[in-house]
């Protein structure tokens, strides 16, 4: 709760937080907001927004509803930001926490792993990844995860690194408690406020790169997304460009949200670490 409080605290935190509330909300009650498929054919074709009270939003090129595109695709971008960056950062924690406490040959082999992984840009393994196993979500989580979890392993050893060196760590030793134990209860919460800001940006990365994998037609085709929208409407972006642009739009609202509460996330945790 007093996390909670400081963020509010920050204009960023504060617009950021209610940006992905708002969101969350969509996506939650999407069902209710949307009755029915979003894919089915709801009406006469390409109709223009704010034309037609059954479609506010207006229908694309088949006739499907814009606006049940719009409520379900904020569904599927939330759940695979947010499931893709749990992943990485779990991953990222125990490769890091490992590489950090054991050090020596399972440090180096490790960290030699991490920069194999950092040499190749994220997109392109999830391009690839994707395009060898097949497009559905779980394999775009799974592969936005893969490009991702690098950057939580490499700070996450850094926190380990300076943590280990710590008089309660020392203390731990000395008491005889195990080592596991040492990790996961002394080490592992003091290292995990720097990565716990960091998710919020591979939040917004994954977010961004499913839209990019569903645009270039990558995406799972039996869900909408809102890079499969902008896809659709790029064919028609001089005549129906808000087929386009309205998705776009809830793209970049979507990510801006994340980037600020990510701002704020990283001055409240700085403000906590300040205090006596």
């Given at each position: ?5 400081d963020?509010?605290?920050t204009?960023e935190?504060?617009?950021g ?13 999407a ?5 029915g498929d979003?894919l089915?054919i709801?009406g006469r074709?390409?109709l223009?927004p704010?034309t037609d009270p059954?479609?506010p939003?207006?229908t ?6 814009v606006l049940a595109?719009?409520?379900?695709g904020?569904?599927?971008?939330l759940?695979?930001?947010?499931a893709a960056?749990?992943?990485?950062i779990a ?5 890091g926490?490992?590489?950090g406490?054991?050090?020596?040959l399972?440090d180096e082999?490790?960290?030699?792993v991490v920069?194999?992984f950092?040499?190749v840009?994220?997109?392109l ?11 559905s979500v779980p394999?775009?989580?799974l592969?936005i995860?893969?490009?991702a979890?690098?950057d939580p392993?490499?700070l996450?050893?850094?926190?380990v690194?300076s943590?280990?060196?710590?008089d309660?760590v020392?203390s731990?030793?000395v008491i005889?408690?195990h ?8 080490i592992?919460?003091n290292a995990l ?9 591979i939040v ?6 499913e839209?990019?994998l ?9 869900v909408?997304t ?7 409407g790029?064919?028609?972006?001089r005549?129906?460009?808000?087929l386009s642009?309205i998705?776009?739009i ?5 990510v801006?949200?994340v980037?600020?509460?990510?701002e ?13």
């Amino acid at each position: 709760m007093r996390l909670l409080r400081d963020l509010i605290r920050t204009p960023e935190g504060a617009i950021g937080l209610g940006i992905l509330a708002a969101l969350v909300l969509v996506a939650l009650f999407a069902p209710m907001l949307s009755l029915g498929d979003p894919l089915r054919i709801a009406g006469r074709a390409l109709l223009p927004p704010f034309t037609d009270p059954a479609f506010p939003l207006g229908t694309d090129r088949l006739g499907r509803d814009v606006l049940a595109g719009i409520l379900h695709g904020t569904r599927t971008s939330l759940a695979v930001g947010l499931a893709a960056a749990l992943a990485a950062i779990a991953i990222g924690l125990c490769v890091g926490l490992t590489a950090g406490f054991a050090g020596g040959l399972v440090d180096e082999g490790l960290m030699r792993v991490v920069d194999a992984f950092q040499i190749v840009p994220s997109f392109l393994l999830a391009l690839a990844f994707v395009s060898v196993i097949g497009a559905s979500v779980p394999v775009v989580v799974l592969a936005i995860a893969l490009g991702a979890w690098a950057d939580p392993a490499r700070l996450t050893r850094a926190q380990v690194l300076s943590i280990r060196e710590r008089d309660y760590v020392a203390s731990a030793r000395v008491i005889g408690m195990h080592p596991a134990e040492i990790a996961f209860r002394e080490i592992l919460p003091n290292a995990l406020p720097p990565v716990l800001a960091l998710s919020a940006i591979i939040v917004a990365a994954a977010i961004l790169t499913e839209a990019a994998l569903s645009f270039l037609g990558l995406g799972d085709p039996n869900v909408v997304t809102w890079g499969s929208m902008i896809a659709e409407g790029r064919n028609i972006l001089r005549s129906s460009p808000s087929l386009s642009i309205i998705p776009g739009i809830a793209l970049v609202v979507t990510v801006v949200g994340v980037y600020l509460f990510s701002e704020g996330l990283t001055k409240a945790l700085g403000g906590r670490r300040l205090e006596p």
